[in-house]
């Protein structure tokens, strides 16, 4: 089942701090974020698993709560460069990579 | 590093052909994957392989979806006989295997931009 991420769009300032949420009805064992830019492929951001740890790196920060079946992706201090469709993938179990994408959040950051 | 490669870029074709898509992951990495992304159904994954064996092609919408990886380095998606409904920009993206699960980062390739007439 396919999880929910909210908002569907945001319009932020350079150097504004933005969350994106994703969440799901079933457990999850791990959570993947991906950033896509507008005529390109998914890139990679972070993968969390189960046991609520917070990843980051620069400026871009993500947590993982197993028992609210959610996670939530921290953009803060924005850059044009942040400006792209971001989806989460999830997984219910281990599964070597078999991941379900939420239907996207597209971020735009003006100067 | 090349990284995934995907040809052709963009395919028009004919509703009733055979389209073929091709994909080459990077070197090394033992696991491939087919998305299919469009505007109402978003990014779904169709099949993926683990060291050349399909492990879950659940994601295949129908019969007319066939795909292969007859070698580490080469995979094909091929649709026979295509819709218009197949219109879509399809990835490949590939994984290595690393040594502690389930650190596997997924690389896409750039895509290739479907168009059934």
């Known amino acids: 089942q396919q999880p929910v991420q909210s908002p569907q769009a945001v319009i932020l300032r350079e150097g504004e701090d933005a969350v994106i949420n994703c969440s799901s009805s079933?457990?999850?064992?791990?959570v993947h974020w991906y950033r896509q830019k507008h005529g390109e492929a998914p890139v990679f951001l972070m993968i969390l698993l189960k046991g609520g740890e917070q990843k980051g790196h620069d400026k871009i920060s993500a947590s993982f709560n197993e028992k609210k079946q959610q996670s939530s992706l921290y953009l803060t201090a924005s850059q044009l460069s942040y400006s792209g469709t971001y989806f989460c993938?999830?997984?219910?179990?281990?599964?070597?990579?078999?991941?379900?994408f939420g239907q996207g959040t597209i971020l735009t950051v003006h100067p | 590093d090349a990284g995934v490669i995907q040809s052709p870029r963009h395919e028009v074709t004919e509703m009733g052909q055979e389209v073929t898509l091709r994909c080459k992951p990077i070197s090394g990495h033992n696991s491939l994957f087919w998305y299919r992304q469009t505007m109402m159904r978003g990014l779904e994954l169709l099949i993926y392989f683990n060291n050349n064996v399909p492990i879950d092609d659940s994601g295949m919408p129908e019969d007319r979806f066939s795909a292969k990886m007859p070698n580490a380095s080469f995979s094909t998606l091929k649709i026979q006989p295509s819709e218009p409904r197949d219109s879509a920009v399809y990835f490949c993206?590939?994984?290595?295997?690393?040594?502690?699960?389930?650190?596997?980062?997924?690389?896409f390739g750039p895509g290739t931009r479907l168009t059934v007439l």
């Open positions: 993938g999830t997984e219910g179990r281990p599964s070597y990579g078999k991941l379900t």
């Open positions: 079933k457990a999850l064992y791990s």
């Open positions: 993206a590939s994984s290595p295997r690393l040594s502690v699960y389930p650190y596997n980062e997924q690389f």
